[in-house]
């Protein structure tokens, strides 16, 4: 796989990301999850995210 292309597939996962996030705020407005619970995800999604973005900046 050429760097082009893992380039174009880790900015699609950082896409899914902020599209998870998106709902995880959709939940929280609704009630749906505490906020203890909402904090805890977007940490884990802000996690990922920063993986992602440290492979990218080595390919």
């Known amino acids: 796989m050429d760097a082009d ?6 900015d699609q996962q ?3 990301l ?6 995880a705020d959709e939940y929280l ?5 505490k906020p203890i ?3 805890n ?4 999604l802000y996690k990922l995210k920063f ?3 440290k492979i990218k900046w080595k390919v």
Do not use: F, G, R
Request: proline share 0%; no cysteine.
């Open 29 to 33: 407005d609704n009630e749906d999850i």
């Open 41 to 44: 995800i977007v940490a884990e």
């Open 14 to 16: 950082i896409e899914n």
């Open 18 to 23: 902020a599209y998870l996030k998106s709902l």
């Open 51 to 53: 993986d992602l973005l």
């Open 5 to 10: 292309k893992i380039n174009t597939e880790l």
């Open 37 to 39: 619970e909402y904090l």
